[in-house]
């Protein structure tokens, strides 16, 4: 990826909080798990079948890769990197 397909800043704080309000879990302790690549906060607010779904996804990179091929996902990322 490179410099210009970056997320603002701005709108990663954003849906940052919206998901730790959603979840629960403080906005700095969700931000620093994900940086650290943990998911332990986002996993526990799910239930048992969607943690082992988000787990098995995230152990898949040829299911991430056309995950993030759908058009929701292009649209969702163009969103959020500020229509670039």
């Known amino acids: 990826m490179n410099s210009s397909n970056h997320i603002d800043p701005e709108k990663l704080s954003g849906l940052l909080s919206a ?6 879990v403080p906005e700095d302790k969700l931000r620093s798990e994900l940086e650290a690549g943990k998911f332990d906060s986002a996993l526990s607010a799910m239930s048992g079948s969607d943690a082992a779904k988000f787990r098995q996804a995230v152990s898949n990179p040829q299911l991430i890769e056309k995950m993030m091929s759908t058009p929701q996902a292009k649209a969702l990322y163009k969103k959020l990197s500020g229509g670039e």
């Open 19 to 24: 998901v730790s309000r959603k979840i629960g």
